[in-house]
C-alpha cells in the first residue's frame, strides 16, 4: 500500500520561535489529512486537519498547508511553548471496502528548548 | 459527549500466553472502531478496523485477531503472544458510515510487554 511518510525524524526549537513539521504523502487519491499530537504514554490528539479542496487552514497557533502538487503536508506551530514538546504525526485518509481509513505517517519529536 | 475507555493501561504477559484487549465508546452511535499498535519510536499501523457489530477487517496478517460483539465494544485478543507483539496498542473510534471522513478519537492506549 502507499505510505505517509515525514522529512525528518527529530526538531529542537528554541521556545517563542516558530516550528514548521513536515510531511510526504504518496496517495493522490487521499482527500483528506490530519495532524496529530501524542505526548509520551498518551493516545495522540487532534491538532488541525484539511481537506484536499483546500490548501491553508489555520487554528490558534497552528496552520496546516497542503501542496497537492508535490504532495507535501507540513504543521506550522507559531511561538512554540515548552508545552507543545512532543511526537507529531500526519494522516491520510484511504477510502477502504466499507470505511474510510486513516494511515499515519513515522512522526517528527519536536523538542522545545527553554 | 463522547468518551473512549481502553483497558488494562499496562500489561506483562510471558511469551505463549494469550490475550485480551477491551475498548468501549459512549456517547455515539455505530462508530467505526480501529486498533492501531505502535512499536517503540515508530509510527501507527492499523491492525483492525470495523464498521459494524461482527464486521472486522485486517490490515495485516498476525498473530492477533478482533471481534465486536457489541456496537461500542472492540476487543483484540490472541491466543499465544509471541516477543514481536510487544508494543503500545491504541483503540480509536470516528463517526461510521461509508464515505465519510473526519477526526479519529484515541483512547489513552494500552502498553503490552511480552517476556
Known amino acids: 500500500g502507499e505510505s505517509v511518510g515525514l522529512h525528518l525524524p527529530t526538531l529542537s526549537v528554541q521556545e517563542g520561535d516558530n516550528s514548521i513539521i513536515n510531511c510526504a504523502y504518496s496517495?493522490?487519491?487521499?482527500?483528506?489529512f490530519i495532524w496529530y499530537k501524542q505526548e509520551s504514554g498518551k493516545g495522540p490528539q487532534f491538532i488541525i486537519d484539511i481537506r484536499s479542496n483546500m490548501d491553508k487552514r489555520q487554528g490558534q497557533r497552528v496552520t496546516v498547508l497542503l501542496n497537492k502538487t508535490v504532495k507535501h503536508l507540513s504543521l506550522q506551530i507559531a511561538a512554540t511553548q515548552p508545552g507543545d514538546s512532543a511526537v507529531y504525526f500526519c494522516a491520510e485518509n484511504m477510502d477502504q471496502t466499507g470505511a474510510n481509513n486513516l494511515f499515519f505517517g513515522t512522526g517528527t519529536r519536536l523538542t522545545v528548548i527553554p | 459527549s463522547q468518551t473512549i475507555h481502553q483497558w488494562p493501561a499496562t500489561l506483562v504477559q510471558p511469551v505463549g500466553s494469550p490475550l485480551s484487549l477491551e475498548c468501549t465508546v459512549e456517547?455515539?452511535?455505530?462508530?467505526?472502531l480501529y486498533w492501531y499498535r505502535q512499536a517503540a519510536g515508530r509510527g501507527l499501523q492499523l491492525l483492525f478496523y470495523?464498521?459494524?457489530?461482527?464486521?472486522i477487517s485486517s490490515e495485516v496478517p498476525q498473530n492477533l485477531s478482533a471481534s465486536r460483539p457489541q456496537d461500542r465494544q472492540f476487543i483484540l485478543s490472541s491466543k499465544k503472544l509471541l516477543l514481536s507483539d510487544s508494543g503500545f496498542y491504541l483503540c480509536?473510534?470516528?463517526?461510521?458510515?461509508?464515505?465519510?471522513?473526519?477526526?479519529?478519537?484515541f483512547g489513552e492506549g494500552s502498553r503490552l510487554t511480552v517476556l
Open positions: 456517547g455515539t452511535s455505530n462508530p467505526n
Open positions: 480509536a473510534w470516528r463517526d461510521g458510515g461509508t464515505g465519510n471522513t473526519g477526526e479519529l478519537f
Open positions: 496517495n493522490s487519491a487521499s482527500d483528506y
Open positions: 470495523s464498521v459494524g457489530i461482527g464486521q
